[in-house]
């Protein structure tokens, strides 16, 4: 989800007045006056702070708070002197953000305003905000260019529709009309906006954002008209649409995500997989409750013979074929000969292979890429050691055979037990309890992981669960689009258990949780024997 919004009205929190951070609110409160030209503003520097985001500003209250979390340590440096700022560009960049909004930020939406067309005129006070301190201060641009990737997220761009494109281009596009950022850095982003709404339509939001930058600081007029010209130019009616548009969890993300991520994790200096695997750990490593314990000899059994199955489904049905070789018999290959005897006659060990004989070898075989999502609700609490067994097996075996396996555990939340690629060493043991309502985000990640729904390779995905979930519309989409996508979808439900039995999916109900295990294996081989 996205950030909760870092401008808001009312009374501010309250937050931690920590004893290590008070140098630095102190430092920040004098400091201030400076980057805003007001003397009656505070500044509290706490782990925690900003309301869920990184920094806010509380304009009633007059105090910004700027979460600690983006320093570090308090006494990485000393806050009263002027470089400081250098050490900490990404909390100070947050600071200035908000100083922006206090100095020109000073209109607000009236009682009665729809709520998408207050979350438009926000989206366009960023830039806006940017533009006049910028103006004032030219200096800030350097470090309100280190804010820009922290005050984005992920949910910006969770499907590829009109909405989540527009918000974007404000947030992004936008920026570059106002001098933070360069038509280089998100070229990505841009193109990605422009494939989704067009070359006339980004052009008149473009002109809708551009007079938000020449709009007065109280003009809260102006800035709610531009907000309604938004609306309209995205086809959004706010009389009957009032509510800010979610993400439809039924579809996977598309490409505003992946050129969100390109752009995160260039600016982080990273790859976009090492980007992708460190957000991933982030936000789907296992809680600290879990326990890790060595795997038992049966286990290293199974993997060892699940590993020979995979092997020989590999190798099943051998196709004639012919191979080049140094020695008769077979057919003389006249210029790998001549070749050869050149080498000799040189002195040199002879490489080439004059003969070609005719054998039996086994036919090329595509990477099977398998994906197991579990069911860590209470009501599957028998099965949550069986599947912690699975997920080592399978990643052990899959590691011997050119396979990707990942495992990955849903209950209210959505947990990875064993990523792509991964060999481990331990066996992780999930914990059943609460509810069910990260299956969705389940198979979204295992797309993200394994690439489920792109065409051209071998893919599967086995769900281990009684079906009970509470999304089952959206969940129902997703395997839909899998199926379409030519991913077979296994669905493993235990036999005493009710739920509801999904279509496009083969389900099998099984009494034994252990014989799940068996299922997933027999599903895999028959796979790559049929490839």
């Known amino acids: 989800m996205p950030h909760p919004h870092h401008l808001q009205p009312g009374t501010a929190g309250q937050a931690a007045n920590d004893p290590a951070w008070r140098d630095w609110s102190d430092a920040w409160t004098r400091h201030i006056a400076v980057l805003t030209g007001r003397g009656d503003l505070t500044v509290t520097v706490a782990p925690g702070a900003g309301g869920g985001a990184p920094a806010c500003f509380y304009p009633d209250a007059r105090r910004i708070e700027v979460d600690a979390t983006h320093i570090g340590a308090p006494d990485i440096t000393n806050p009263r ?113 422009t494939t989704i709404l067009g070359r006339k339509r980004l052009l008149q939001l473009r002109d809708v954002w551009r007079q938000a930058h020449l709009t007065a600081d109280t003009d809260a007029e102006q800035m709610l008209d531009l907000a309604w010209r938004w609306c309209r130019i995205l086809g959004i009616d706010p009389h009957r649409q009032p509510n800010t548009p979610a993400a ?119 990477t099977l890429h398998l994906g197991v999502i579990v069911d860590a609700s209470f009501s599957m609490h028998p099965w949550a050691a069986p599947m912690s067994s699975a997920g080592w097996i399978l990643a052990h075996a899959a590691h011997r055979n050119r396979a990707v396996t990942a495992t990955i555990a849903f209950g209210s939340d959505v947990t990875l037990l064993v990523g792509a690629r991964q060999q481990p060493q331990h066996v992780l043991e999930l914990a059943a309890y609460g509810g069910s309502s990260g299956f969705t985000d389940a198979v979204k990640l295992a797309d993200q992981l394994l690439q489920l729904r792109q065409p051209g390779r071998l893919r599967m995905l086995a769900v281990v669960s009684d079906g009970d979930l509470p999304d089952i519309d959206p969940a129902q989409r997703l395997i839909t689009t899998l199926h379409q996508a030519g991913c077979p979808v296994l669905w493993l439900r235990p036999a005493d258990l009710d739920g509801h039995t999904f279509t496009d999916t083969t389900t099998l109900l099984v009494a034994d949780p252990v014989q799940a295990i068996g299922h997933i294996a027999d599903a895999a081989t028959a796979a790559l024997e049929q490839a």
Do not use: C
């Open 248 to 366: 439809d969890p039924g579809v996977f993300a598309g490409m505003l995500a992946q050129a969100l991520a390109d752009y995160l994790a260039h600016t982080a200096g990273l790859t976009p997989a090492q980007y992708r695997n460190q957000q991933i750990t982030a936000r789907f490593s296992a809680p600290p409750t879990w326990t890790r314990r060595e795997p038992t000899d049966a286990e290293r059994a199974a993997a060892r013979a699940l590993a020979a199955r995979l092997a020989r489904a590999r190798t099943h049905s051998p196709e004639p074929d012919t191979r080049p070789s140094a020695v008769p018999p077979g057919r003389l290959r006249t210029r790998h000969a001549i070749t050869a005897q050149a080498q000799m006659a040189a002195g040199a060990m002879p490489t080439a292979t004059p003969w070609q004989r005719r054998t039996q070898v086994p036919p090329p075989k595509p």
């Open 81 to 193: 002197r002027p470089g400081h700022k250098r050490l900490v560009p990404t909390a100070y960049g947050l600071l200035v953000h908000e100083a922006a909004h206090a100095a020109h930020s000073l209109w607000a939406a009236p009682p009665g305003t729809p709520p998408i067309v207050a979350h438009v005129a926000d989206l366009l006070e960023e830039s806006r905000a940017e533009h006049r301190q910028r103006g004032r201060r030219r200096g800030d641009r350097r470090w309100l260019r280190h804010t820009v990737t922290t005050l984005l997220d992920p949910g910006d761009a969770g499907v590829d529709d009109a909405w989540h494109a527009g918000t974007l281009a404000a947030l992004l596009l936008a920026r570059v009309d106002a001098r933070i950022i360069t038509a280089k850095d998100i070229k990505g982003v841009r193109a990605a906006v």
